[in-house]
């Protein structure tokens, strides 16, 4: 199973900006969908962003889309989430998350926590108001 390990987690004041790297540890065929999650205690794990890299598809949140970007390097193994614009809504901790396959359909939808078998430890991002 892949390894997955996140960083550039912090704190920053509302409007900020922070970029969020998750390198792992082999891109294959477990990692041709590459994801964020957010959780905040109490609350469920929920989707931000992912990446398919097969077609090159990127799938958003809605209250993310404009503000957050997802991109891969795949000479550098890294999956980053780029976030502006920051809210103190967007607090939590972040999760990376990889799959062999993600779609914005009914199978393996990218923003299921299901879809994904691999995930790493987390980082935390904190924004003040």
């Known amino acids: 199973q892949v390894q997955l390990v996140e960083s550039g987690g912090g704190s920053v004041q509302a409007g900020g900006s922070l970029r969020l790297s998750c390198v792992a540890s082999v891109l294959n065929d477990d990692t041709d969908c590459m994801g964020w999650f957010r959780q905040v205690p109490g609350k469920e794990r929920e989707a931000v962003a992912a990446?398919?890299?097969?077609?090159?598809?990127?799938y958003y949140q809605g209250s993310v889309n404009g503000r957050f970007t997802i991109s891969r390097d795949t000479s550098k193994n890294t999956l980053y989430l780029a976030m502006n614009s920051l809210k103190p809504e967007d607090t939590a901790m972040y999760y990376c998350a990889a799959a062999t396959y993600c779609s914005d359909g009914t199978y393996l939808p990218w923003h299921s926590r299901y879809t994904y078998p691999s995930w790493g430890q987390g980082t935390r991002v904190t924004v003040s108001s």
């Open positions: 990446f398919y890299e097969s077609s090159l598809s990127e």
